[in-house]
């Protein structure tokens, strides 16, 4: 099948929460399993954020603000797509949520250095965790993923073209372990098929296990 039969899903994600890594390997297996092309973006949980930290618990305040740990993977996530294209964001993406959260290595220096050497990225790239230069393109990426489903939410936010030309977009799903074959597939043609109901908003259960790396 050729890319252009593809269905394009563009996926907003913010390395460091390991929801949006979970929803992120599903899709991974749903492009296995649909004529399904994933096309990465970033969006921040701290920029999302940044104006309700009062109402944040005191250690996710820490990591949010300006300067936070938070912030130092998606602005690399950032420098790196602004620098060498966005077709870099996958490759770079699987490599630090595999450091970050599968070997539980957090948010460390050196575990961004090694991501970027696994992404066949230069290690000079992790520089741009401590500045801003980025910034005015990271919020840019963040708000158009955001545009698409409001405030309410996290990441991931996942939009796709619809039968009529307006894009479906989604928070989620949140789910764990990530599935595969076909239930990754009918995951995925159950999510479009809510999804794409006008006024239709959520469906959700209390969360009785946390993330399974597999």
């Known amino acids: ?19 949006a890594w979970m929803t992120s390997r599903w899709m991974l297996e749903v492009e296995k399993v649909r004529p399904v092309e994933v096309r990465w973006h970033v969006m921040s949980l701290a920029v999302l ?23 130092a993977p998606v602005r690399v996530c950032i420098a790196a797509e ?14 630090l949520g595999t450091r970050m959260h599968n070997q539980g290595l957090g948010q460390s220096r050196e575990a961004i250095q ?13 520089e741009a965790a401590d500045t801003d230069a ?34 479906i977009a989604f928070f989620g799903p949140v789910v764990t372990p990530a599935p595969k ?10 999510t479009l098929m809510v999804a794409s109901i006008p006024g239709f908003y959520e469906i959700k259960r209390t969360r009785t296990a946390g993330p399974v790396f597999d």
């Open 1 to 19: 099948m050729s890319e252009s039969a593809k269905t394009p899903a563009d996926f907003w994600f913010d390395p460091v929460c390991p929801w």
């Open 49 to 71: 954020n940044e104006n309700r930290i009062d109402e944040m618990p005191e250690s996710y305040r820490e990591r949010i603000r300006p300067g936070g740990s938070s912030w």
């Open 82 to 95: 602004q620098q060498y294209g966005s077709e870099v964001l996958g490759p770079l993406y699987t490599a």
């Open 114 to 126: 090694a991501a970027l050497q696994d992404a066949g990225l230069p290690a000079s790239l992790a």
């Open 134 to 167: 980025y910034d005015k393109q990271l919020r840019a990426s963040h708000k158009e993923g955001i545009d698409l489903v409001g405030q309410e939410v996290g990441t991931p936010v996942i939009a796709v073209p619809g039968a009529d030309g307006e894009q």
């Open 181 to 190: 074959g076909e239930e990754a597939a009918k995951l995925w043609d159950g």
